[in-house]
């Protein structure tokens, strides 16, 4: 297989292109805009890690308007987070981000932080949203490697058609490498190649005719090589237990006072699998098991 490293690939040459193509073609998003804020950027970049933008728009909004600032939904219990959340999936985003917000409120005074190091420090909060707060909220230079710049990095500079199922130390590596020396042009570039691998080098349909940088592309010139690495990780829902536990939660966010468990054994009828699935959504702190076999969402 022909590897194109970063080395290689010069990588100011991409930089234009790329930034270029993002000033003409990037969507309108609300956490886009300045009025979003940094609280606006973690809010959406916590929905966005497992969710297509569609989906996340119209919680986006209703979370903003409800809690412009961290403090709103740190006074508010984690079950009405988790409540807000709806069927956006990976509930515990809806827990980790209240336990962000009321950290940002006891330690910053309310502000979200703007170093990389204080955002880490955040309960919650990993290497990635870190990264992609600092970068799109306040200009700086961190490699922002979401699945879209992942995917885009292993095509256009080491001409492979997919990366590994895990961020590997050679992606992070890459990454630093293809980052612009200057702050705003960063992250303009890290929020571009997002950009890019959304709308443009998606998973299963590049449209190589509409790249900006498809001249350069590694896995291009190389012929698209078939992905050899290990068989990609499926998304399969139906099922599953994930699939319970929505069922369940979405018996617990349409209640307004607890649920008795009848309530919640009338959405699935594998009784094995529904107390395992309902075992996890109390151990993931997103259910509370009352007394008298009753059950809502967690007041604190
Ligand atoms: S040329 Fe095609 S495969 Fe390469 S980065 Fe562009 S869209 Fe992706």
């Avoid at 809010?43 to 569609?54: K, W």
């Avoid at 809806?94 to 330690?107: N, P």
């Avoid at 799109?136 to 490699?143: D, I, V, W």
């Avoid at 009352?290 to 969402?297: F, K, P, S, T």
Wanted: net charge positive.
């Amino acid at each position: 297989m022909t590897a194109m490293t970063a080395t290689q690939t010069p990588p100011a040459s991409l930089h234009d292109p790329v930034i270029g193509w993002f000033e003409q073609h990037a969507r309108d998003l609300p956490w886009r805009r300045p009025e979003a804020g940094a609280w606006g950027v973690m809010v959406s970049e916590f929905m966005l890690q497992q969710t297509p933008v569609s989906r996340v728009l119209p919680v986006y909004e209703q979370w903003l308007a409800r809690w412009p600032r961290p403090a709103d939904l740190a006074a508010e219990p984690p079950g009405e987070a988790v409540r807000a959340w709806g069927r956006l999936g990976y509930p515990r985003r809806a827990l980790r981000l209240h336990g962000a917000a009321q950290a940002i409120t006891e330690r910053h005074g309310g502000d979200v932080p703007s170093e990389h190091g204080q955002l880490l420090a955040l309960p919650g909060i990993g290497e990635y949203t870190a990264a992609a707060v600092a970068s799109f909220a306040y200009g700086q230079r961190h490699a922002v490697l979401d699945t879209n710049v992942r995917r885009v990095f292993a095509r256009a500079a080491t001409g492979i058609q997919y990366p590994p199922n895990a961020t590997t130390a050679a992606e992070r590596k890459l990454a630093r490498a293809l980052l612009p020396e200057d702050d705003e042009r960063a992250a303009r570039w890290a929020a571009a190649t997002m950009e890019l691998g959304a709308l443009v080098c998606t998973a299963k349909n590049e449209d190589c005719t509409r790249c900006p940088i498809a001249g350069q592309c590694a896995w291009r010139l190389a012929g698209k090589p078939a992905h050899q690495g290990p068989p990609r990780r499926g998304q399969t829902y139906a099922g599953t237990d994930r699939q319970v536990r929505g069922r369940l939660l979405a018996v617990l966010r349409e209640a307004v006072a607890p649920v008795p468990q009848s309530a919640l054994d009338a959405v699935w009828d594998e009784p094995v699998q529904r107390a395992r699935a309902l075992d996890g959504l109390v151990a993931d702190g997103l259910v509370e098991p009352l007394a008298g076999g009753q059950y809502r969402l967690p007041l604190s």
